[in-house]
């Protein structure tokens, strides 16, 4: 069965540094997506991108985030300039249909982000 | 975006039936309902979704109070696997596609 996957599972990173989080999604979907949760908190939306480019994004999602589908297989999320408060654990989605009123999203298993 | 409200937690016992309530009484027509689940440590799960109509699928089945204020997923025999936090999410038909997550009912399966 086809699956999301995410690389690498545990990312370790000092304050301001950059971070690259990668993901494959499922090879013939077209929506893509990044949540995030906090340790102990709720799953929270990040972005989400169509057609190559953002559809939409939440608060959280400001300047030191970006996102890119650089190869037509990849979807990445890279955050500039790390904060402590970036520590989560980062979930890739893809989705197939045109809506997800009626199409489920596919999460990936997820890269815990660590940031000393 | 329309709420949903979900017990914290529930408890059940293995290979008995399992029923999780969500009330949305501020829902639309347009808004259709999902389920998703997260096991321990993995990313969330799709179960089912539905409109009006109950639905059944290979892992659970949805019942749609007539008047679409409330839903109940159904998990007819429990197993240790289906412990998991199970959140309730309406989607707007033609709305943002983003999932927006509440804190869920966090399953307990006594074996």
């Known amino acids: 069965e086809p699956e999301v996957t995410q690389t690498p599972s545990h990312q370790v990173t000092q304050m301001g540094q950059e971070v690259i989080l990668r993901c494959v999604p499922i090879s013939n979907h077209l929506y893509f997506y990044w949540y995030r949760q906090i340790l102990g908190q709720k799953v929270e939306f990040l972005v989400s991108f169509y057609n190559n480019e953002i559809s939409e994004k939440s608060e959280i999602f400001d300047d030191q985030f970006s996102v890119e589908r650089p190869d037509g297989s990849n979807f990445t999320l890279k955050i500039r300039s790390t904060k402590l408060e970036d520590s989560a654990m980062y979930f890739c989605a893809s989705s197939g249909g045109l809506a997800s009123s009626y199409n489920e999203q596919f999460f990936g298993p997820g890269t815990r982000l660590t940031v000393l | 975006d329309a709420k949903t409200t979900q017990p914290n937690s529930m408890e059940s016992n293995e290979e008995e039936p399992v029923h999780l309530p969500c009330n949305h009484s501020t829902i639309s027509g347009t808004d259709y309902i999902h389920w998703y689940r997260q096991l321990p440590s993995q990313g969330p799960e799709y179960v089912i979704h539905?409109?009006?109509s109950n639905v059944n699928n290979r892992m659970a089945s949805l019942a749609i109070a007539e008047d679409r204020k409330s839903s109940t997923l159904i998990l007819h025999r429990a197993t240790l696997r289906d412990a998991a936090v199970y959140y309730c999410i309406l989607i707007t038909q033609g709305g943002s596609e983003k999932l927006v997550f509440g804190k869920g009912t966090k399953l307990t399966v006594n074996p």
């Open positions: 539905g409109l009006t």
